[in-house]
């Protein structure tokens, strides 16, 4: 059975910074692109970054670009975002992603 749980969230203030986790279970981890995604209140879903599965190549869109940074550890089955420099827009909850499956998201709000 697929999991992804993610944790690390929280209230920060502008400038501040949080490092999400998300820990996988369920599937042979090293074999996946994973990804990270946001989905802030009555907007679409947002592709936020992406890792290949050795680790090699990243990417991320210019909205958190130079600020947010994916990593992984395939040997403990986690993936990671680390996010400096945060402004309130990037107020959402934060879900990590493999495929088609889902982790329940952790809330990332940023407000003085």
């Known amino acids: 059975q697929v999991q992804l749980v993610e944790s690390g969230g929280g209230l920060v203030q502008p400038g501040g910074s949080l490092n999400l986790t998300c820990v996988a279970s369920?599937?042979?981890?090293?074999?996946?692109?994973m990804r990270w995604y946001r989905q802030a209140p009555g907007k679409e879903r947002e592709l936020v970054a992406f890792?290949?599965?050795?680790?090699?190549?990243?990417n991320y869109p210019p909205s958190v670009k130079g600020r947010f940074t994916i990593s992984r550890d395939n040997a403990r089955n986690m993936v990671y975002l680390q996010m400096n420099s945060l402004k309130p827009e990037d107020t959402a909850v934060y879900y990590c992603?493999?495929?088609?499956?889902w982790g329940q998201g952790t809330q990332v709000t940023v407000s003085s």
């Open positions: 890792i290949r599965n050795d680790g090699a190549i990243t």
């Open positions: 369920g599937f042979t981890f090293s074999n996946y692109a």
């Open positions: 992603n493999f495929v088609d499956h």
